[in-house]
């Protein structure tokens, strides 16, 4: 892949500029260049690992967390803070993801339809997850020992760029997960399975080592009273700002010039109308544009001591086993993790009753809640109803090879992959699938480089208490079950700083003191059309656009945070910030294409669904 300077980017007319070669932005910028005709810069603030053995090596995915590492502002439980570690790099955070290819629900994405985005369900995105992969069957032997029989080739793509493949080692762990399972009478189905590292979608040309600082517009609205963009400014490594240029002329049908960024940055890209001193909704004085919730699946660990497991602190153990897999492509580092999904009944009835948390009764749906209503009580629905649902995932359940640090969730790496002290563990990780919790994303001055105000708002619902601490009391039951429970000194031996045994008393507890993330943020530009209709057009609540198109607070709006955070979560449903085919409300050739456009959180992990995305905002652009 060709890397070109920053003065040789600038000096370069390009039909279609992305900001930011992450997993959607390389994805857009492959599919774009596709056509020989047509040229393509793309800006990233990381620079091309692409060589570097942590990127390449699966089993070292989470030697990456603390790079481009973000952080939570203190959580109201516990006043947690919480990391959220980004793929500062070439490839975005597919260099740091732990391997799992997953497809979201099928109800997820129709779900997504019902919020009013028209062309949007399951039927229209799944031959998107399919472009980008090249899947390989197991041979017969794995098949039939990792019980994978059950996955449908049908639902996975050949002859894409992205290699999917099973691993050549299994370790005894992996080995004793369906038989456990198994045991719990949870029988294996559905689509998904570990695979081995993934190769990165790349396009000819890449600026990296570069932020982008803003979004260039030109000075006046086009004839539909749309803001319409002309290049994007950015900060070398140089330090000097220079702006690189889209040409409107030469392709008059390809004027799409893509955005695919993280929300986080289209904050401080975006002008912004600037009201009264007096009516500045932070103290830094720069007016927060478009106020979206965000979402993010929090997770819990719990640990066990296991009585045989490579202990890779030794020195020498490491490189023998790095060299292994860097030369043959085989052992404890050619694989990750095992996971599994289950409904909220599931992992009730793997429970004893004593140790059963049973769902409220639940609810009647309002009447104002209908099919096409964009408001936070129709998301709120949607999610719900997948709750109570005997076929939809409540939870997800993966597996580390090592120990964890509860107490440190502000230490990406450490929190997941550092015990308390010395010793060989093995983490079994919790995560709720769809929180209720909602939370919101803000700049905090107009300076580009400095970290926006992240505030999840974790565990704050609820219903999320409950669904975390029923999983974490599934984690303790699986840890008690054969044969993986032969595989740990005594069954039931934990890490010290970890209760030797939870029940339905303490486990509220303990999920409050020990959560984390699992780094699956998602939601902040929600695809969501552009109408307040089912907000009562209550403008003390909710953000307008501005005079001149952009997102900023309404001049009416409640200066107090804690208000402001209430009315975020009841009220911000409506309004959404890009439109079906991810194009920015008030522009007229800006897209975000990434995570951040999906208007409600999806089961399983992110990055499969970033890739379907990517391949979907293509074909919208060529069209």
């Not at 240029?245 to 960024?261: D, E, K, Q």
């Amino acid at each position: 892949m060709a890397l070109i300077t920053p003065a040789a980017f600038a000096a370069t007319t390009f039909d279609y500029l992305i900001a930011g070669g992450g997993t959607a932005g390389l994805t857009l910028a492959a599919r774009l260049s596709e056509n020989p005709a047509v040229t393509v810069g793309v800006i990233e603030a990381g620079v091309d690992r692409n060589h570097d053995p942590k990127v390449l090596t699966p089993g070292l995915a989470t030697s990456m967390w603390g790079d481009g590492e973000y952080e939570t502002v203190g959580q109201t439980t516990n006043e947690r803070v919480v990391a959220h570690p980004r793929g500062k790099v070439l490839g975005g955070s597919s260099a740091i993801n732990l391997n799992l290819w997953t497809h979201a629900s099928q109800r997820d994405i129709d779900d997504w339809g019902l919020l009013g985005n028209e062309g949007w369900s399951w039927a229209d995105l799944f031959p998107y997850y399919n472009r980008s992969e090249n899947y390989t069957s197991p041979p017969p032997d794995i098949a039939e020992a990792e019980a994978v029989n059950f996955i449908d080739q049908a639902c996975h793509g050949e002859g894409g760029p992205v290699q999917n493949k099973f691993p050549p080692f299994y370790s005894d762990f992996y080995n004793a997960w369906s038989p456990t399972f198994a045991n719990l009478n949870l029988s294996l189905c559905g689509e998904y399975v570990l695979r081995s590292r993934q190769e990165s979608i790349e396009p000819e040309g890449s600026l990296t080592n570069a932020l982008v600082t803003k979004i260039d517009f030109h000075r006046l609205k086009d004839s539909a009273g749309k803001l319409r963009a002309k290049g994007l400014s950015f900060k070398a490594s140089d330090n000097q700002t220079r702006s690189a240029r889209a040409n409107p002329r030469s392709h008059p049908l390809r004027r799409g010039f893509p955005i695919s960024a993280t929300a986080r940055a289209l904050r401080h890209w975006l002008p912004c109308h600037h009201p009264q001193p007096t009516q500045h909704p932070h103290p830094s004085r720069q007016p927060l544009r478009r106020r979206k919730p965000a979402r993010s699946p929090p997770c819990a660990p719990l640990l066990r001591r296991p009585a045989r497991h490579p202990h890779l602190r030794n020195t020498t153990l490491f490189a023998e086993t790095l060299a292994l897999y860097t030369v043959n492509r085989t052992g404890p580092f050619a694989t990750q993790t095992p996971t599994a999904h289950l409904s909220y009944a599931q992992l009730l009835a793997a429970l004893p009753p004593d140790q059963r948390l049973p769902l409220p009764p639940r609810p009647p749906t309002p009447h104002s809640v209908i099919p096409g209503s964009q408001g936070a009580a129709q998301q709120r629905e949607l999610t719900l109803s997948k709750l109570y649902s005997a076929t939809e995932a409540a939870g997800q359940i993966i597996t580390l090879p090592g120990g964890s640090d509860p107490s440190a969730p502000s230490n990406a790496s450490g929190f997941l992959s550092s015990p308390l002290q010395e010793g060989n563990y093995f983490t079994l990780l919790g995560v709720l699938e769809r929180p209720f919790s909602r939370g919101s994303v803000h700049i905090k001055s107009p300076d580009p480089e400095e970290k926006p105000l992240i505030d999840p708002k974790y565990l704050s619902h609820p219903l999320d208490v409950l669904i975390m601490s029923t999983v974490v009391l599934f984690l303790q039951q699986l840890a008690r079950t054969e044969p993986l429970s032969a595989l740990l000194e005594g069954g039931v031996q934990q890490q010290p700083g970890f209760p030797s045994s939870l029940n339905r008393t303490n486990v509220r507890d303990f999920v409050r003191g020990a959560y984390g993330s699992e780094y699956h943020p998602l939601g902040t530009c929600a695809m969501v059309p552009f109408s307040f209709a089912n907000n009562n057009n209550n403008n003390n609540n909710n953000n307008n656009i501005q005079s001149r198109g952009t997102f900023s607070n309404s001049p009416t709006s409640n200066n107090n945070n804690n208000n402001a955070a209430a009315n975020d979560s009841a009220n911000s449903g409506g309004g959404g910030v890009v439109d079906s085919k991810f194009k920015v409300h008030g522009t007229a050739n800006v897209r975000v294409v990434d995570a951040s456009v999906a208007p409600l959180m999806v089961k399983g992990n992110l990055q499969i669904l970033v890739y379907a995305l990517a391949e979907r905002g293509a074909g919208f652009i060529i069209r």
